[in-house]
């Protein structure tokens, strides 16, 4: 007999499942109600102080400690392998789990350190999480497909099963990075928040009534639970932002051919009007600077033709940080921001203005110039970007969900779902948290965390007036005692290639803000 899409996606489950230790199971998980918020103090339970300092501790610090010798990265790998376990019972948030890989790895990179006295590369040591885009020998990439699973990319016989790597693979290996696990998505990867028939729902650290947000959500859950120090999604409309906001992260959607994409799984391979970047999700800004430097110093234009061949540009970085450091001097260093608190399609909710709000203040008392930005309406160039990614009317994803013979009635539930998707960010999920100051030629983004909602300063607005049905809807789906301590962001946008100045830009605003 031919097994069921649905036993499939079982059995996919519970071997992600038994991929965790025995001794790192939770024995009684507690329910939404009775555990919301399963961050801090609630996952340090469940470790060592010793696992508590290394998974407490930033990308940047790790590797200061790694390529000194002053941490071994058995240890750090050991210690995120476990919270990362535990983020997945906790969450739903991994796709993949290969500890016993990333041990052996990290012991190897140990061994290198004793015989040279030297590390094998600016991350030596230090755990990298991935969206399940990423090819990584002996391990499956499904993206959240029934139809995938024990394939390559819904294709059998390719060769390339288990043993194909993503450029972007072999670099972090060649840098000294260790990988370890590979993170959930939405089938499609076509949404704001991150579901699938194989894992289900990732959930909100902070607040499990939330989504994680998508298509980087298992990203967003990993890392806001400090289960992963860094690591990397993807962005086409928001998949990387949206989960760095909800999860309260600093994320950088870079500017298109700065990353390299080379040999990387992907929804609608061929939509070529809006292409997909992809970029870290980390802790810190400093981090994220950490990432960006140590991929292009491996050259990636020379292996993927898509790639701009630019260097990391210190001079770039240096000329904000002259700037901000002349700033309330005689010399009027300063810096100007635009601020749009609303593209005035959506307005953002109570806790989303106070965030700007925040943020605007605060550029303002360090003497920074802050203008009203009021640009032509986006739903023109909205609705033309929707319809770039309906080009071959769903064929691609029809047929990766055919691949789980999908005759029965979730395939084009699965479809329709979808597509809501889109445009639906309510229920469980609630609206983005983020609103943007944004600057000219918006392609080169990057999120930094603010504040947190408090349900007795964001109150509902009783006498608001939507725009329209769909502000209506988001209006509507802001309930303060369910939101009430989850995260907000704000979104700084600057001009392409930029990624040296807006990380530097986005360390300083969240430094001033408190973050």
Not at 177 to 193: D, F, I, R
Request: hydrophobic share 35%; proline share 5%.
């Amino acid at each position: 007999m031919t097994t069921s899409w649905q036993d499939r996606a079982r059995q996919k489950r519970e071997a992600i499942l038994a991929a965790i230790p025995p001794e790192w199971v939770i024995k009684d998980r507690p329910s939404i109600e009775e555990q919301r918020d399963v961050t801090g103090e609630y996952i340090r339970g469940f470790l060592s102080e010793r696992e508590v300092e290394i998974t407490e501790t930033d990308a940047e610090k790790i590797v200061d400690k790694t390529t000194t010798g002053a941490w071994k990265a058995e240890e750090i790998t050991r210690a995120f392998c476990h919270r990362a376990a535990l983020a997945h019972q906790l969450l739903h948030c991994l796709h993949e789990i290969f500890f016993d890989a990333a041990i052996e790895s990290a012991r190897s990179l140990d061994a290198y350190f004793a015989e040279h006295g030297k590390p094998v590369g600016p991350l030596h040591g230090l755990p990298v999480s991935l969206k399940d885009q990423f090819h990584v020998k002996d391990v499956e990439t499904t993206m959240g497909y029934v139809g995938w699973i024990g394939t390559f990319e819904g294709k059998v016989g390719t060769g390339k099963e288990k043993v194909f790597e993503s450029e972007m693979v072999r670099e972090l290996r060649n840098l000294g990075a260790v990988l370890y696990c590979k993170t959930s998505v939405p089938h499609t990867l076509m949404a704001g928040e991150t579901t699938n028939n194989i894992i289900g729902y990732t959930l909100n650290p902070k607040n499990r009534n939330l989504t994680a947000g998508g298509s980087s959500g298992g990203e967003g859950a990993l890392i806001g639970i400090k289960g992963s120090p860094i690591g990397f999604g993807t962005d086409i409309g928001g998949s990387i932002r949206i989960p760095a906001a909800f999860n309260g992260l600093y994320g950088i959607r870079p500017t298109s051919g700065r990353f390299p994409y080379q040999g990387m799984a992907n929804s609608m391979d061929g939509q070529n009007t809006i292409l997909s970047v992809v970029g870290p999700l980390a802790t810190t800004a400093g981090s994220l600077r950490l990432m960006t430097k140590a991929i292009l110093s491996q050259q990636p234009w020379l292996h993927d033709p898509m790639v701009h061949e630019m260097p990391w540009r210190d001079s770039h970085e240096q000329g904000i940080s002259t700037i901000l450091n002349s700033t309330g001097s005689s010399e009027g260093g300063k810096l100007c921001f635009g601020v749009m608190p609303t593209d005035g399609i959506v307005n953002p909710s109570p806790p989303i203005r106070r965030a700007i709000d925040i943020v605007v203040k605060a550029l303002r008392s360090h003497g920074h110039e802050v203008v009203d930005w009021n640009p032509p309406s986006h739903r023109a160039i909205l609705d033309e970007a929707f319809k770039t990614w309906d080009f071959d009317a769903g064929s691609d994803l029809k047929s990766s969900f055919a691949l789980s013979g999908g005759a029965d009635a979730s395939t084009s539930r699965q479809l329709r779902c979808a597509a809501k998707a889109l445009l639906r960010q309510r229920d469980i999920g609630g609206e983005p948290l983020q609103s943007s100051l944004r600057g000219p030629r918006q392609d080169q983004k990057s999120i930094l965390p603010v504040t947190e909602v408090d349900k007795d300063i964001d109150v509902v607005d009783v006498e608001y007036t939507p725009l329209d049905e769909r502000d209506k809807i988001c209006h509507e789906s802001y309930d303060p005692s369910i939101y009430d301590g989850a995260h907000v962001g704000v979104q700084l946008v600057g001009r392409r290639l930029q990624e040296e100045k807006m990380l530097a830009i986005a360390e300083y605003v969240g430094k001033i803000v408190g973050k």
